[in-house]
């Protein structure tokens, strides 16, 4: 009795388990339904599904399954998403008139120009240091006296400095005085003057000892160049020696202009090419000048190169550390390919375009740009002369496709499934 129970029970489980499975089992699909999910791509289905939407080309956030409405942010006409499987990473957008008149739509072709070479900056005056001299003693002494009575005091080449007593220069002349007193000591004569003609003093000065046949306490200082006075390094009283700068002297007969271009800018840079600049102490006066010096690094924290330039200063109006405005020319390039400034889209990861197709469609496409010249920027690469690009409204047009974009990167990834039938879809960055 106990295993015909067990045995009753057994089936009664059996039973109760296969109708549960029935029950459990999933509604099969048709052929058709199967198939249709086979073929379709994740492109596809999205296409199926989302060019009934209507998109804020502003916000894409904002989502309507009807047409014929606004934006609540903006307020502008809703535009209805498409979606372009042909259009690689930029798919086509296609808006209707009424949209392309009410965000300002613009166009300008791409023509063949020629473009002017130039740099517009500003740049820093500073002295001419090939023309900056540094008045030393030969000798350690006291200085006697001193003319010079400040910085900024001008002065001319061979004009007294001032007057200095050395213990060295009056031994000098002492020996030459002996050499002099000897008969036949010619020889030795001219080597004693050499030796104060190398403790700096001057020629005319050792003349007047010569013919006055005594020594001189105080032997004159003499300015070696002419120019305004950059540093005043000695005192009346004060012991110097060799090492001592008494004085600078800068000549500013010609000075420096010192610049920074850009590193996009510096690729027909070269010197000798012409220069200007004008100063607001002057206004409407233009000097010209030319590119000296190319310096070999660029700042590391800004990223410019530092350039020199070069320019007369006969009247010397033109100071140490004025700020100037510098334009440099470096002629014309001929037959460029070019658009409107305004027209370049810059991310920072692309410099793009968005090319005008006709009919209300348009297309975001890379470009490479070159030189930059009076609101017009050269495209190396990316579109042909005669393409009509867009000036004006290019950017919402450009997220509107990079909105559709998302749907082409998911294309590109075909979905992988399991043996259980689970699938999964990858989006590739």
């Keep these: 009795m106990n295993t015909y129970l067990k045995n009753w029970l057994l089936w009664c489980?059996?039973?109760?388990?296969?109708?549960?499975?029935?029950?459990?089992?999933?509604?099969?699909?048709?052929?058709?339904?199967?198939?249709?999910?086979?073929?379709?791509?994740?492109?596809?289905?999205?296409?199926?599904?989302?060019?009934?939407?209507?998109?804020?080309?502003?916000?894409?956030?904002?989502?309507?399954?009807?047409?014929?409405?606004?934006c609540p942010i903006c307020g502008m006409d809703l535009v209805r998403k498409m979606i372009d499987a042909?259009?690689?990473?930029?798919?086509?957008?296609?808006?209707?008139?009424?949209?392309?008149?009410?965000?300002?739509?613009?166009?300008?072709?791409?023509?063949?120009?020629?473009?002017?070479?130039?740099?517009?900056?500003?740049?820093?005056?500073?002295?001419?240091e090939t023309r900056l001299a540094h008045v030393h003693p030969r000798a350690a002494g006291w200085m006697e006296q001193l003319d010079l009575r400040a910085e900024g005091d001008p002065v001319e080449r061979g004009q007294l400095i001032g007057r200095l007593y050395s213990e060295e220069i009056l031994s000098a002349q002492v020996d030459f005085l002996i050499a002099l007193d000897q008969a036949n000591g010619k020889r030795r004569v001219e080597k004693a003057r050499n030796r104060l003609r190398l403790l700096g003093v001057p020629e005319d000065t050792i003349s007047l000892i010569q013919n006055k046949a005594?020594?001189?306490?105080?032997?004159?200082?003499?300015?070696?160049?002419?120019?305004?006075?950059?540093?005043?390094?000695?005192?009346?009283?004060?012991?110097?020696?060799?090492?001592?700068?008494?004085?600078?002297?800068a000549d500013l007969g010609r000075i420096w202009v010192l610049v920074d271009v850009y590193e996009h800018q510096?690729?027909?840079?070269?010197?000798?090419?012409?220069?200007?600049?004008?100063?607001?102490?002057?206004?409407?006066?233009?000097?010209?000048?030319?590119?000296?010096?190319?310096?070999?690094?660029?700042?590391?924290?800004?990223?410019?190169?530092?350039v020199r330039l070069a320019f007369e200063n006969p009247e010397g109006l033109l100071k140490a550390n004025m700020f100037a405005e510098v334009v440099i020319y470096g002629g014309p390039k001929r037959e460029v390919l070019a658009v409107p400034a305004e027209s370049v889209i810059e991310t920072g990861r692309r410099v793009s375009l968005v090319l005008a197709l006709g009919e209300g469609r348009f297309q975001p496409v890379d470009v490479v740009t070159g030189m930059r010249s009076d609101g017009l920027v050269e495209i190396l690469k990316g579109i042909r002369a005669g393409d009509q690009v867009v000036t004006s409204g290019q950017f919402l047009i450009d997220s509107e496709s990079s909105l559709q974009a998302s749907f082409v990167r998911m294309a590109e990834s075909e979905p992988a499934a399991d043996a259980t039938g689970d699938t999964r879809a990858t989006i590739s960055k």
């Design 266 to 306: 510096i690729d027909w840079l070269a010197t000798g090419v012409s220069a200007e600049i004008r100063v607001p102490a002057y206004p409407g006066r233009v000097w010209e000048g030319a590119v000296e010096y190319i310096y070999p690094e660029l700042d590391p924290k800004s990223r410019t190169l530092k």
């Design 86 to 128: 042909q259009s690689g990473r930029h798919p086509t957008v296609e808006i209707s008139n009424a949209v392309v008149n009410s965000m300002g739509v613009r166009t300008a072709p791409a023509r063949v120009e020629t473009l002017w070479k130039y740099i517009e900056t500003v740049g820093r005056i500073a002295y001419d």
């Design 13 to 70: 489980l059996v039973l109760i388990s296969m109708a549960l499975g029935g029950c459990l089992e999933p509604p099969a699909q048709t052929s058709e339904s199967l198939s249709e999910a086979s073929d379709d791509t994740a492109l596809e289905h999205a296409a199926k599904h989302l060019d009934a939407k209507y998109v804020c080309p502003m916000h894409p956030q904002i989502v309507r399954d009807e047409p014929g409405g606004t």
């Design 214 to 249: 005594e020594t001189i306490n105080t032997v004159p200082i003499l300015a070696n160049a002419s120019g305004v006075v950059t540093m005043l390094g000695a005192r009346r009283g004060m012991y110097v020696s060799p090492d001592t700068e008494i004085a600078t002297i």
